[in-house]
């Protein structure tokens, strides 16, 4: 069971290109293809591009491909070509210690949906009281809204906190202020590899191929801001300036060892949502809040089997109206919350709209985020003692600006 | 006064390419920018190019360049470069009868504002009454959510009814059907020509700095999916199957003669959101409708000076928590209405909710719209007997698929 997960990397500032990560190695796909070494069909797949949004878009028959001829070049007892290849090794194997990562693909639509029952019924509780935390739609379908493309950035990516317009409890009139309430999400990110055509719509299995892999997505969200903007058109600036994800994007086949079923559902969905397989993942996922200066506190876990609409589903429910979908869109889960107070995915939910601080393991407490506070989120599922894991996606809080525009 | 709007266009199949409209031609930049008569700088403008994403890159300097230098080359008593090389004005002007018009910019990001307060008022007050017609927020900042970029098409392209989730008055459980409630939305889109960084703020003077133009911009709107899943995060499905740009972009430059002041706004605004200058427009919108071979009927007369906030605001609010600009985002202003029925911007509103069928001039009558039909809309200003117009902006709508999914 091998993770090779891809990702796009680049050493002491050389072109980005697409690589495969293998224990403490990154593989340079690029110098692969170039070799000769993954035949003819890997000129096609542009992995000397920085993105593989080309090699998603070749379709699944290719992805298992470059799998198998991957997993038979790396094995101890597999082909020899790579291994008694000592010059092509020395330019193919890069030691992960010297790389930079950049965004794994492209991001050409990103989507960020609201998949998670105990964290819209935590929310909806918080806003309007646990008789009317679920709108009458929720359980009919995965509710969803497009995201800022232009702010996906890879981890590591320093997030500055937002100004923005909030309104005070009790004030008439609203102020302009650098937010108050900065929180993390944590979230599942689905990536789309295979595209569809303006009016065509997607079966629910079908959309299951159409996917490629999966990455952990840090959807920061400025909580007094949402507060204020939210009606009646959704989140729009309160989520505008950054979404982190990690850098290396863990394939529907590294992943089928962690595959499970739905959660129970009291209502029974519409046939076009119904799964015909289980969609389902079971693997943890964890936040550890940094302070500047200090040591990780663990502040969340959970796992993404809380889910209860999968990714093809929403990709189904996304595609439904005939909208085109697109090499390298991004699907965020929305927020992953478990029934305890632990499992819940963000500060909003952890403190109860701000009431009731989380307490640091490192020492302190935090209600929302502060300035220089880092986040990372790491992922795994794990089988028979062998993990499979997502990486970290990272990101600092830097202070916000200190007024409006170059000259204001 | 010229327009001189710039857009991308082919002709018999060939590579599409920037061009500028002139009576019945279109100026081929590409080939004049090959014919070194648009100087060397030119040559970094990217004229070849299937979008002026590159050229509107290049800056306000450039553009005023180009412009001068445009106006001199095709003026009767200007410049003999062009006018006395006949081979190159058989290939530099095309007739405008013999092309293919494309998306005139890549798009990509597409947001849409709710930026017309009567219309912001109708709406609330079909959905909530008149008294909660406006949430407390929209007089404060221009209220908007993000689109979607992969279904922004060019005027000609044809718009597939969309199916989706509608629950019906005093049903319990929803059904997938075709939409019965399909409308237009008449709105003004604004295109950001030059990029901010990730935490960058503007004001609005810069904002204005970072717009290259204008075009018209139909919002098609599925009433029926709007309704069921706009809670709590706003419009999805019921906008993503498309939005038709007009496939000229009108320059800044060329709509100055049109500039106007701001609607009388009874609460402040916060200074970050105030204009040190005139941003609005005085330019008339229509919007005519036509069966299935059937004659045109007027069903819009509008004005884009009924908007409360102006483009920059719209930029400036939305850079304001750091959103990362972009060369190629589309900024709609939503939909435009007037005090009257007919300049009211949409069928939701002309009908009332659908209450009311709107009567066609050219026979029949329209509550929401039917297959077979096509909308066009038009727009232009005007001054001392001169017209600066926008050209059109069409899409007619086809029937809805009978089912999901290929195989479903």
């Given amino acids: 069971m091998a993770n090779l997960p891809y990702g796009v990397f680049s050493r002491g500032g050389d072109t980005p290109r697409c690589g495969v990560a293998i224990g403490d190695h990154v593989v340079d796909l690029a110098a692969l ?19 593989i949004n080309s090699f998603m878009a070749a379709g699944p028959e290719a992805w298992a491909a470059l799998r198998a001829r991957l997993t038979d070049l790396l094995a101890e007892d597999g082909s020899a070509d790579l291994r008694d290849n000592a010059e092509l090794r020395a330019r193919a194997l890069v030691p992960m210690t010297g790389v930079s990562m950049h965004l794994p693909f492209r991001v050409t639509g990103y989507t960020d949906f609201y998949a998670g029952r105990q964290h819209a019924f935590n929310s909806g509780s918080i806003l309007r009281g646990p008789q009317n935390a679920l709108t009458p739609n929720w359980p009919h379908m995965p509710i969803g809204y497009n995201g800022r493309v232009s702010t996906v950035v890879v ?3 320093p997030v500055r906190r937002p100004l923005g317009q909030v309104r005070s409890e009790g004030t008439e009139m609203p102020e302009l202020t650098a937010c108050r309430r900065l929180d993390i999400e944590v979230e599942f990110g689905a990536v789309v590899a295979t595209p569809t055509e303006m009016g065509e719509t997607l079966s629910v299995a079908e959309a299951w ?6 990455v952990l997505l840090n959807d920061w969200s400025a909580r007094d ?20 994800i990690s850098p290396w994007i863990v394939t529907r ?33 964890e936040a550890h809040l940094t302070p500047e200066g200090g040591t990780p506190s663990r502040i969340v876990r959970t796992n993404t089997k809380h889910l209860y609409y999968c990714a093809p589903q929403l990709l189904t429910h996304h595609a439904l109206c005939g909208c085109r979908m697109q090499t390298g869109d991004l699907l965020g889960s ?21 009431r009731d601080p989380v307490d ?45 525009g170059r000259t204001g």
């Fill in 33 to 51: 293809a170039a070799s000769g070494l993954l035949g003819e069909a890997a000129r096609g797949w542009g992995l000397d591009e920085p993105g």
């Fill in 155 to 157: 981890s590591g990516t």
């Fill in 209 to 214: 191929e159409h996917l490629f892999g999966f």
């Fill in 225 to 244: 801001i949402q507060r204020w903007e939210g009606q009646p058109l959704g989140p729009f600036q309160s989520k505008a300036f950054a979404t982190s």
């Fill in 253 to 285: 086949a590294a992943l089928e060892p962690f595959r499970c079923g739905p959660p129970e559902r009291d209502t029974p969905l519409l046939p076009y949502l119904q799964e015909p397989e289980d969609y389902f993942f079971d693997l943890t996922l």
């Fill in 334 to 354: 929305g927020t992953i919350s478990g029934p305890e107070r632990e499992a819940f995915g963000c500060l909003m939910e952890q403190t109860w709209g701000g």
């Fill in 360 to 404: 640091l393991s490192a020492g302190g407490s935090r209600v929302f985020l502060e300035d220089g506070d880092s986040v990372t989120l790491t992922g795994w599922g794990e089988v028979n003692g062998q993990r499979i894991g997502f990486g970290r996606c990272e990101g600092t809080i830097l202070p916000a600006p200190q007024k409006v």
